[in-house]
């Protein structure tokens, strides 16, 4: 099973490498924090009886699903961009 990840040899001898897997790895953890205290939210929301609060947790849910897939987007463009950087 081949797996997707971006070739940092191509910019060797920069940190380059070291930053993006950083700042991946920050947005992963913001969109999972974000997703557990949202459904927490939506759940004390709903049994409380707060329609409001219903829907803006749901939209918070929704939100970091959506982070979480750009955060997986950007590491998959990441890669393609630098291996058509080695082809040029």
Known sequence: MNTVR???DAVAGTAFGDVVGA???A??????AV????AIAWAVA?????WQTVAKARTGVLVALGGAALTGAA???GGWLLKLGNHL
């Open 6 to 8: 971006p070739d940092f």
């Open 46 to 50: 709903a049994a409380m009886g707060s």
């Open 35 to 38: 997703l557990v205290m949202s």
């Open 75 to 77: 590491l998959s463009w």
């Open 23 to 25: 700042l991946l790895t």
């Open 27 to 32: 947005a992963l953890l913001t969109a999972v």
